[in-house]
């Protein structure tokens, strides 16, 4: 975490909410559970800081930190890094660390916006094909009261640094309290690290495939795979062509990987 002295190592946000980490091939989680993180964003929100990024860790992103320094660095300067995915849960019970649930994204967005609604926060959703998150905006205020104060789709390319700035100034003009990103990952956390002085929002959350499940163009996993850590052969099961490789090379190196730390032949 940035500047992270030996007080702050076992407590990552600084703040109460967060009760130690625990350590996954060399990556920091922090021990919270989606009430906690919600409270977290709150007081982030009150005390008016800015430019704040959450990671919503799984093992795709675990994997990617491995492979690549670059992205292990965007993990280690995020605020915050909870656990989004199962078999992080079990490297935290392998640990001593119970937690109940993991972070996932989509849970995350609907709880915070229906448990907080009565506070009128600044909502900005980025990212998803055009007119996703706009759908999922009219889906989510069908249910409880929502303060959207805009959608932006990037373009599914390399934007220049005008389109860049464009992009910016265009979130910032809204004045959100709390930026929702959907660019996939490691797309977004890139990105949130990359503009993370740019951005006047209390905080930024990466939260994966949320806009296209409320948005109803993506079909959700039943809750029991959800739960069990099998939501990646339902995924797979509806993107084999797009998923494969994501699913069997890196759950599979995963698994090896894990197995070399705890042999005490390999240290992450």
Same mark, same amino acid.
């Given at each position: 975490? =940035?500047?992270?002295?030996? &007080?702050?190592?076992?407590?990552?946000?600084?703040?109460?909410?967060?009760?130690?980490?625990?350590?996954?091939?060399?990556? !920091?989680?922090?021990?919270? @559970?989606?009430?906690?993180?919600?409270?977290?964003?709150?007081?982030?929100?009150?005390?008016?800081? =800015?430019? #704040?990024?959450?990671?919503?860790?799984?093992?795709?992103?675990?994997?990617?930190?491995?492979?690549? +320094?670059?992205?292990?660095?965007?993990? &280690?300067?995020?605020?915050?890094?909870?656990?989004?995915?199962?078999?992080? $849960?079990?490297?935290?019970?392998?640990?001593? $660390?119970?937690?109940? +649930?993991?972070?996932?994204?989509?849970?995350?967005?609907?709880?915070? %916006?229906?448990? *907080?609604?009565?506070?009128?926060?600044?909502?900005?959703?980025?990212?998803?094909?055009?007119?996703?998150?706009? #759908?999922?905006?009219?889906?989510? @205020?069908?249910?409880?009261?929502?303060? %959207?104060?805009? *959608?932006?789709?990037?373009?599914?390319?390399?934007? /220049? #640094?005008?389109?860049?700035? /464009?992009?910016?100034?265009?979130?910032?003009?809204?004045?959100?309290?709390?930026?929702?990103? %959907?660019?996939? %990952?490691? #797309?977004?956390?890139?990105?949130?690290?990359? !503009?993370?002085? /740019? $951005?006047?929002?209390?905080?930024?959350?990466?939260?994966?495939?949320?806009?296209?499940?409320? &948005?109803?163009?993506?079909?959700? &996993?039943?809750?029991?795979?959800?739960?069990?850590?099998?939501?990646?052969?339902? =995924?797979?099961? !509806?993107?084999?062509?797009?998923?494969?490789?994501?699913?069997?090379?890196?759950?599979?190196?995963?698994?090896?990987? @894990?197995?070399? @730390? +705890?042999?005490?032949?390999?240290?992450?």
């Amino acid at each position: 975490m =940035r500047g992270a002295d030996s &007080a702050t190592a076992a407590n990552p946000a600084g703040l109460s909410v967060v009760r130690g980490q625990f350590t996954v091939l060399g990556v !920091h989680v922090a021990a919270v @559970q989606i009430p906690d993180v919600i409270s977290l964003i709150e007081r982030w929100i009150a005390s008016g800081t =800015r430019g #704040k990024y959450i990671a919503l860790a799984n093992v795709h992103m675990i994997m990617e930190a491995v492979h690549s +320094r670059d992205f292990a660095e965007v993990l &280690a300067n995020a605020d915050l890094v909870a656990p989004d995915g199962m078999p992080l $849960i079990w490297s935290a019970k392998q640990q001593g $660390i119970r937690l109940h +649930r993991r972070v996932y994204g989509p849970d995350l967005l609907i709880d915070f %916006c229906r448990s *907080t609604e009565n506070r009128n926060y600044r909502h900005f959703f980025f990212g998803g094909e055009p007119g996703v998150a706009e #759908k999922m905006v009219r889906n989510l @205020q069908k249910k409880f009261a929502l303060n %959207c104060v805009g *959608t932006l789709s990037p373009p599914f390319r390399k934007v /220049d #640094k005008d389109e860049d700035r /464009d992009i910016v100034e265009t979130i910032n003009a809204a004045h959100p309290d709390i930026l929702w990103v %959907c660019l996939g %990952c490691p #797309k977004q956390e890139r990105w949130m690290y990359e !503009h993370r002085a /740019d $951005i006047n929002a209390a905080v930024m959350v990466g939260v994966g495939q949320a806009f296209n499940i409320y &948005a109803g163009t993506v079909k959700q &996993a039943p809750s029991f795979m959800r739960e069990n850590g099998l939501e990646w052969l339902f =995924r797979l099961g !509806h993107e084999p062509k797009r998923l494969w490789r994501r699913y069997f090379i890196y759950n599979t190196k995963f698994i090896y990987y @894990q197995l070399l @730390q +705890r042999l005490r032949l390999r240290y992450f």
